[in-house]
């Protein structure tokens, strides 16, 4: 396969590269991945995240494993491996679906390579396409506020919510963007403040508690956030503590908007309720680790609920800000989101 580099991808001499987004800030750590085993690690890990990333590290992986001589029997089983790794990004399984279809072609090895440098090359497009149509949204000296990392850490190319809010900033119409920190992972304030920062652009970071008193005092002019999963009535499984946010900004009166592609969009499924929410380890939540090392701050005993992911219903969305345009609630209440039905 041909050399490949993202933010958080690299394809060289033959092999999977992934970026420990566990390490960041503090250190870049380039991980070697030569097999499933590795890969599903690095995901469970979440060294390598965000919905759109985790489908493409799994279709790269299949590419060059088929390439490095696999058998069609061995890639198939590895293909249900990974599909089973993170239940709830749906991007995973979409892109999975479009590699099985090239692993049942004859010349299958040139397929599964084609169909995954396609995939990456499509996302890098649904990218720029979403921050486009959402910095339209953006209004001049706005004060933008997001949740968990939706930057070119989580995509192929510029982000979706964070490429949205860089594309406003870049347009000169960003004051500063709130940065939750993003409890219990910190993927916000890790990743997010990272991000912004090599890009210029203005940002606080704040603990997620204090978000309702910024829009109490009419500090936040929007919400950005990313999606793992759109259901077909519009509700969305997003990271934890998104949810919150969506209460809040509805009694606040302030806009909030989901950034995706359509490759979130899972119409299969009825709504929110349908949504597989995965539970993670205790000792995320009652300590912190990191490349900074190890703290343990609460009893060794104690019991904890750990959701990865909240679902946000859809009479709470402004609008769902996608690679073909901006989606409006009365579009979603007539069913856009919803397979077509066959005409009598």
């Not at 198939?76 to 089973?84: G, M, S, T």
């Not at 339209?136 to 809010?165: E, F, M, Q, W």
């Not at 990865?308 to 409006?328: E, R, Y």
Request: aromatic letters at 6%; hydrophobic letters at 45%; one cysteine or more.
């Amino acid at each position: 396969m041909q050399t490949l580099s993202t933010t958080s991808l690299q394809v060289r001499d033959n092999q999977l590269w992934i970026l420990d987004q566990q390490a960041l800030p503090q250190k870049k750590i380039w991980c070697p991945t030569p097999d499933v085993a590795e890969l599903v690690g690095h995901i469970k890990a979440l060294r390598v995240r965000g919905a759109p990333l985790i489908g493409l590290s799994a279709s790269l992986l299949l590419a060059l494993l088929a390439e490095n001589g696999l058998s069609k029997t061995e890639l198939a089983e590895a293909l249900e491996v990974l599909r089973a790794s993170r239940p709830t990004a749906v991007n995973l399984m979409n892109n999975l679906d479009r590699m099985k279809q090239a692993l049942a072609q004859e010349n299958f090895v040139t397929a599964l390579t084609f169909e995954a440098l396609r995939l990456v090359e499509e996302d890098k497009a649904l990218c720029d396409n979403i921050a486009t149509a959402g910095a339209k949204l953006i209004t001049p000296g706005s004060r933008l506020l997001t949740h968990c990392n939706t930057g070119g850490l989580a995509t192929a190319g510029v982000g979706t919510a964070l490429g949205v809010i860089s594309r406003g900033w870049q347009e000169g119409n960003v004051a500063n963007v709130w940065v939750d920190e993003t409890r219990p992972l910190l993927q916000g304030g890790r990743l997010t403040a990272w991000e912004l920062g090599e890009l210029g652009v203005p940002y606080r970071l704040i603990c997620d508690s204090m978000a309702a008193s910024l829009m109490a005092q009419k500090q936040v002019d929007a919400i950005w956030v990313g999606a793992d999963r759109i259901a077909a009535n519009g509700d969305v499984a997003n990271k934890i503590g998104t949810y919150s946010l969506a209460v809040l900004a509805n009694y606040h009166g302030i806009p909030f908007y989901v950034a995706a592609p359509h490759t979130t969009l899972d119409p299969a499924c009825p709504d929110g309720s349908a949504i597989p929410i995965e539970q993670r380890a205790a000792s995320e939540v009652t300590g912190v680790a990191g490349s900074f090392g190890d703290v343990q701050w609460a009893p060794e005993d104690a019991q904890v609920y750990n959701p990865a992911f909240d679902v946000t219903p859809a009479a709470l969305i402004s609008g769902w800000v996608l690679d073909t345009g901006v989606v409006t609630p009365a579009q979603v209440e007539a069913g856009i989101f919803q397979p077509s039905r066959p005409t009598a």
